[in-house]
């Protein structure tokens, strides 16, 4: 039978409570909140270092209930005892083992602000808590053994190879460590099941020495064994199977299926994918063979979408866009891209096909057909591009192909022209950035190279075209709160003059991704009537204070920019400068960007401001 004399005395004490009530008193609250009686200041002494004092202050409860003040003298006596343990462990955590802790309470009565002279119940307490430390000598760390049982195989662990600070101060934090980084190790030479046992530590009081053993159970040495997807729909397996780093019967490695993991991710054809060994390690003779089974989630593999754009100096503009990212099962992707603007209408078809004769590289092939028309040059293209990109490291890429360009050009100077290209695109990507579109720490790199061959205006043309830029990024706070960001460009055009090159391919500079407070194309020299002509260099740079307040977000920037008929760059134009104030907020699809600029060295044919408004940030 269950007890239930808890249950009558609470229904006692409700009795009770509501025969002691009045109707007077029914919105009079039963207890009153007790008073604080007294109010005290706290001080630690004698311990090692500054370091350690602050981080006393920060954990004992006496200091941080010291504004609340305690209700007694009695009861800010039991606080402080209490924190004495506190302190101990913290000695010992830097390797004093002998250590001793003396708490002082002294009080004096102060008169009260209101009621007769005298009066206890107006009288409160000023107290002093005082924490005297004795940290002893420390403690020399003498042993640490890490003994393994393992089934199979004979893994060895060296403490002090780990970091153990064997034969030095006995500090806990870098004995922790040395455990994990074992149990890493242990774990990576294939017991993937290890385990740390409980540690023991021996202190010799009187030799100020510790002696320290972790025990580890390897559990069975294991190898990979068969692969099994659960889930796929219209996915291939054999696509996927060109991702795997290991074969059947190679040591095991959790690194490896991680990082299977991450490259199934990164294909973007599933929501969610988890790459797993069994949860508990098959019977048998070491070693044992780990089934591994992939669990995924196909997402919609077709993509819609739709974006606007402004900018003052090209006015509004709409995207729409379309993506299929697996045509036959093996992630080939299909997009398609149609821009309507007032100056630029776009349509665009592109196809990648990855992992395409070898790991890490993607066929890719594209055509887009343009009608452009702006105060450079108005001009209908017709391009048709095929290579290869292949992925040397997580964070290099490179990639060549081949390019066919025809582009009907009307100029104001030269009238009607006709182009006819032939290229060879090569390029050199380096991105360590955190972050697509809103970057706030690391840096960018990308190299374009492209010689050309053809006829420019009935005419043989040749040259070739460099054109480098790349960014960095300065997390200030290390929280993204305030970010320092900074870019630069430089390209040249390698021909007989600027004459012999298209105004299509020529270099330019000016816009939002550009020099801000600049049109699109107006940073360098302009023709008698002040239209842009372009040049064979061009020399850019930019800078700008990044921070962010929760969804909301403000920007300050600087852009310079420069742009001349020579291969290199001469600054006879000078150099445009401008600066501007943006806005961002932050969406779940990235910051949503708005730059007003201002051109400080402006011309007359520059207008007072630019306003661009975009997703993503300027760079």
């Known amino acids: 039978m269950s007890d239930s004399r808890p249950l009558l005395r609470s229904m006692l004490l409700l009795t009770l409570l509501g025969a002691c009530a009045s109707d007077e008193g029914l919105n009079e609250p039963l207890f009153e909140a007790p008073e604080t009686a007294v109010s005290y200041e706290a001080e630690i002494i004698g311990l090692p270092d500054e370091e350690m004092t602050e981080l006393a202050e920060t954990a004992l409860a006496t200091f941080q209930r010291q504004d609340d003040g305690a209700q007694s003298l009695a009861f800010l006596k039991r606080r402080a005892q209490s924190d004495v343990a506190t302190v101990t462990k913290l000695l010992r955590s830097r390797g004093y083992y002998n250590g001793s ?19 206890d119940a107006d009288e409160k307490t000023d107290a002093m808590v005082l924490f005297e430390v004795t940290p002893g000598e420390p403690f020399t760390l003498t042993r640490h053994d890490m003994p393994v049982t393992a089934r199979g195989g004979d893994p060895a662990l060296d403490a002090a190879a780990f970091g153990s600070p064997v034969g030095t101060v006995a500090e806990a934090a870098p004995i922790v460590d040395a455990e994990t980084r074992a149990l890493a190790d242990l774990r990576g030479q294939g017991y ?39 889930g796929l729909e219209d996915v291939r397996e054999d696509y996927l199977l060109t991702y795997l780093d290991w074969e059947a019967g190679q040591t095991f490695s959790r690194e490896e299926l991680r990082n299977f993991q991450d490259e199934l991710l990164a294909t973007d054809l599933f929501k969610t994918v988890t790459v797993l060994p069994p949860q508990k390690p098959p019977e048998g003779d070491a070693p044992v063979a780990l089934p591994v089974t992939v669990t995924a989630e196909e997402r919609e593999p077709r993509t819609v979408s739709a974006a606007l754009r402004f900018n003052t100096d090209r006015g509004p ?68 591009t095929a290579g290869f990109t292949r992925r040397l490291s997580p964070f290099w890429t490179v990639g060549a192909g081949g390019l066919l360009e025809a582009s009907l050009i ?59 830029q790349g960014s960095t990024y300065y997390d200030v706070t290390d929280e993204g709160k305030w970010v320092l960001a900074a870019r630069g460009r430089i390209g040249t055009i390698l021909s007989e003059d600027l004459e012999t090159v298209p105004q299509t391919r020529r270099l330019y500079a000016g816009g939002g991704g550009s020099v801000r407070g ?52 001469s600054f006879e134009e000078g150099i445009q400068v401008a600066a501007g104030l943006g806005f961002r907020f932050f969406s779940p699809a990235g910051p949503i960007r708005v730059d007003v600029a201002f051109p400080v060295n402006g011309r007359a044919v520059d207008d007072t401001f630019q306003l661009f408004f975009s997703i993503g940030q300027a760079f």
Do not use: W
């Open 101 to 119: 802790t003396e708490v002082t309470v002294t009080s004096e009565p102060v008169e009260g602000d209101g009621g007769n002279e005298g009066d």
């Open 192 to 230: 993937p099941y290890a385990e740390k046992g409980k540690r023991r530590a021996v202190a010799d009081l009187e030799a100020l020495e510790l002696e320290v053993s972790t025990p580890f159970d390897a559990g069975p040495l294991s190898v990979f064994g068969d692969i099994t997807f659960v």
């Open 317 to 384: 503009s709409v995207l729409f866009g379309f993506e299929h990212r697996n045509l036959y099962g093996a992630n080939e992707t299909f997009n398609a891209e149609a821009e309507a603007g007032l100056e630029v209408q776009r349509l665009s078809f592109g196809y990648r096909e990855p992992q395409y004769l070898r790991d890490g590289q993607d066929f890719v092939a594209g055509l887009t057909l343009s009608r452009e028309k702006d105060d450079a040059f108005d001009a209908l293209t017709a391009s048709l």
């Open 410 to 468: 009307d100029d104001i100077e030269t009238g009607d022209t006709e182009s006819f290209l032939g290229g060879i695109p090569l390029f050199a990507e380096y991105d360590g950035s955190d972050d697509l579109l809103n970057p706030t720490k690391g840096q960018r790199f990308r190299a374009d190279i492209t010689p050309f061959a053809g006829l420019f205006d009935s005419e043989f043309a040749g040259f070739g075209v460099f054109d480098a």
């Open 518 to 569: 600049f049109e699109q194309r107006f940073v360098g020299p302009l023709d008698a009537v002040g239209d842009p002509v372009g040049g064979r260099s061009v020399l850019e740079l930019g800078g700008e204070v990044r921070a962010r307040f929760g969804d909301l977000g403000g920007v300050v920037f600087v852009d310079a920019g420069s742009v001349a008929t020579d291969i290199y760059p």
